[in-house]
């Protein structure tokens, strides 16, 4: 039987990233009976969750892997599936007006009935993840206002070739974030809380990987100290790299995790 692993990109990524390549061609060599999903997904975070959640229920994953920005979006996820929570997954600004019905790409209209049940989530791995990037990405809502400032971002982070996120730094899209800003909280506290319903005794914490030399833990965006307060200690593991975990701790390190969770 084929295993399936939901790998959701960071920032700028998508679906020719290095790491989910790199973990498929491992798999086709070692483990065929591994896949490794990865498809590209709006920038705006609830236009986001409604696609994650639309492919969750198409693919029923084994375990699902997120990478920086896109391990918030794990943690989200995680916890709409614990709770059977879809409100981060459709956008204030759907549907838009004069419309009957919600857009595709929302949860609403393309997830299966079932899949707004509670359910047990499956194992989450996170590779440098972004647990303030929500925080910063809502703060600069109004800077971006400024059309000097929102000229800079767009040329700093234009969009690359190949299936890459298009990032748009608009103020609707940057306060959308208001609402994941907690997130890495609330999937924590459905342990300290366990509430009835939460069907989470069948699932490992989620387990995350930090680079020593990672240049966004300088900033705070990625913050091994507030993964540690939040989720405890042996549920991380640090490498000597940097934010993109290079492929000698990919083999090392992220590819026994996946086979000991699989």
Same mark, same amino acid.
């Given at each position: 039987?084929?295993?399936?692993? $939901? ?73 709409? #599936? ?42 989450? #791995? ?26 800079? $971002? ?19 899209? $940057? ?13 924590? *506290? ?59 701790? #990919?083999?090392?390190? $992220?590819?026994? *995790? ?5």
């Amino acid at each position: 039987m084929i295993k399936t692993i $939901l790998y959701i990109h960071g920032m700028g990524g998508g679906a020719d990233s290095r790491i989910p390549s790199v973990l498929n061609g491992w798999f086709a060599a070692n483990r065929p009976d591994v896949r490794v999903v990865v498809r590209t997904y709006p920038f705006h975070p609830g236009r986001a969750a409604g696609q994650i959640d639309a492919w969750y229920g198409e693919l029923r994953p084994d375990l699902v892997i997120g990478e920086s920005l896109g391990g918030v979006h794990a943690l989200a996820l995680f916890d709409r #599936l614990s709770t059977g929570s879809r409100d981060a997954a459709v956008p204030k600004d759907f549907p838009p007006k004069g419309s009957n019905s919600l857009p595709l790409g929302t949860a609403a209209s393309l997830l299966p009935a079932n899949v707004n049940a509670r359910q047990t989530p499956p194992p989450l #791995l996170l590779v440098s993840p972004a647990l303030n990037a929500p925080r910063f990405l809502y703060a600069a809502r109004h800077l971006v206002r400024i059309p000097a400032i929102h000229r800079w $971002l767009n040329r700093i982070y234009k969009a690359r070739e190949g299936e890459r996120q298009a990032l748009d730094f608009s103020p609707a899209t $940057l306060a959308a974030w208001g609402s994941f800003r907690n997130i890495a909280r609330k999937v924590s *506290s459905l342990w300290h809380r366990q509430e009835p319903g939460c069907r989470l005794s069948a699932t490992p914490r989620p387990h995350a990987f930090f680079g020593r030399r990672d240049h966004y833990r300088r900033s705070g965006i990625v913050s091994l100290r507030a993964w540690r307060r939040l989720f405890g200690p042996g549920t991380y593991t640090c490498y000597d790299g940097s934010h993109y975990m290079e492929e000698e701790h #990919l083999l090392a390190l $992220l590819i026994p *995790s996946i086979l000991e969770r699989l």
